[in-house]
C-alpha cells in the first residue's frame, strides 16, 4: 500500500482531492483506533500512522476528537501520567461503538463497489506500463 | 527542553482565537494542546518550536474547533442570525451550503417583511393591507402610496393577526429548513467528513 501525505497547504491543488478524502476517513478512523481501549491524543496520531500508514498533520486530530466527544461518541478522562504532567484519555461510549460498527459496514460496502469501478482503470494502467 | 516563551505565545494565541467558547471549554482545549507539545517534543527529541510549527497557526487550530461548535450549537436553535452565521460558514464549503444561506436569506426576508407589515398596520392603516379589484388582488404589504379606488383594501384590522401568524410561520419554516440542513451536513460530515476541512 501507498504511503499517503496529508497536504498541509490547503492550496496545493494536486494534494487537495486526495487530502479531502483522507480527512473525512479521518472521524471514523479516530474511531476505530479506540476501539481496544483508552488512548491519549499523540497515541492516537501514531496509532493511525502504524496501523494504517494515516499520516497526519499533528493540529488535525484534536478539533475532531472534540467535536466527537460532543457528538456523545466519546468519553475523555484526565489521567496523572509519569511524564508529569495529565494526559487527556479517550474513549468510545456505547454510542460510538455503535456508530463506529455502522460506518464500518458503510464504508466497507463503498469501498468494495468502487474498487470494482476501478478495476479496469488500474488494469489498463498494468497493461500500459 | 522547551523554550517556554514559544509555547506560551502559542498557547495564548489559541486561547485568544477559541473566543467565544465557554471558559472550561476553552481552558481544556489548551490544556491538551500544551500536553500534546510536551509529550511530541519528548518523544522526538524536537524543541517546541518544531511541534509548535506541525500543529499550524494558532488561529487555523481554533478555526476547526470553533466551526464544530457554531454547526453544532446552531442546530439546535431557532435564532435567525446563529442560523445564518452558520449557514454563510456552511456555504464558504460547497454549493449546497451556498443554497443553504440563500434559501435562509430569502425566508428570514419575507417573514420578517410579514411581521414588520403586521406592526404597520396600526401606525400606517390606510397604506396597509390587501387590495382587491375586479375580484383578484392587485397588491399586498405596507405601500407609500395605496391603489386608488376602485381598488379596495379587504382584511381592516385582520390584517394585523393574519400576517403575524403567516409571518411567523414563514420564519419557523425557514429555521426548521436550515436546521435539517445543518444536521444533515453534520452527519454527512461525519461519514464523509466534507466539512471538516475549514474551507
Known amino acids: 500500500m501507498a504511503k499517503f501525505r496529508m497536504a498541509l497547504n490547503k492550496d496545493d491543488s494536486p494534494d487537495r482531492w486526495e487530502a479531502q478524502l483522507r480527512k473525512g476517513a479521518l472521524e471514523m478512523a479516530a474511531l476505530a483506533s479506540l476501539w481496544k481501549g483508552r488512548l491519549y491524543g499523540l497515541e492516537i496520531i501514531r496509532f493511525l500512522e502504524t496501523s494504517s500508514r494515516l499520516v497526519l498533520a499533528e493540529g488535525t486530530i484534536y478539533p475532531i476528537l472534540n467535536r466527537l466527544k460532543n457528538d456523545g461518541l466519546l468519553a475523555s478522562e484526565w489521567v496523572e501520567a509519569e511524564a508529569g504532567h495529565p494526559r487527556k484519555y479517550y474513549s468510545l461510549t456505547a454510542s460510538g461503538r455503535e456508530r463506529l460498527r455502522e460506518m464500518a459496514e458503510a464504508w466497507s460496502e463503498f469501498s468494495q463497489g468502487l474498487s470494482r469501478l476501478l478495476e479496469p482503470v488500474l488494469q489498463e494502467k498494468e497493461m500500459t506500463q | ?199
Open chain 2, 1 to 199: 527542553m522547551t523554550a517556554p516563551t514559544i509555547v506560551d505565545t502559542y498557547l495564548a494565541d489559541l486561547r485568544a482565537a477559541l473566543g467565544p467558547m465557554t471558559l472550561d471549554t476553552r481552558e481544556e482545549i489548551v490544556r491538551e494542546i500544551a500536553a500534546h507539545i510536551r509529550d511530541s517534543a519528548d518523544e522526538y527529541g524536537d524543541d517546541a518550536s518544531s511541534v509548535i510549527a506541525r500543529l499550524g497557526p494558532a488561529e487555523e487550530l481554533a478555526a476547526e474547533y470553533r466551526d464544530g461548535l457554531l454547526i453544532r450549537r446552531a442546530s439546535r436553535s431557532i435564532s435567525p442570525i446563529t442560523l445564518l452565521r452558520a449557514s454563510a460558514r456552511l456555504a464558504t464549503k460547497g454549493i449546497s451550503g451556498v443554497v443553504v444561506f440563500f434559501v435562509g436569506m430569502f425566508g428570514y426576508l419575507i417573514g420578517g417583511g410579514l411581521v414588520l407589515s403586521a406592526l404597520l398596520k396600526p401606525v400606517f392603516p390606510a397604506n396597509t393591507g390587501v387590495w382587491f379589484q375586479d375580484g383578484r388582488m392587485i397588491s399586498s404589504g405596507t405601500q407609500l402610496f395605496p391603489p386608488p379606488p376602485p381598488a379596495h383594501e379587504v382584511l381592516g384590522m385582520w390584517y394585523v393577526p393574519l400576517m403575524l401568524v403567516l409571518g411567523s410561520l414563514t420564519l419557523l419554516v425557514t429555521s426548521t429548513i436550515i436546521r435539517i440542513s445543518l444536521r444533515v451536513s453534520k452527519r454527512w460530515q461525519l461519514r464523509l467528513g466534507r466539512l471538516s476541512h475549514a474551507g
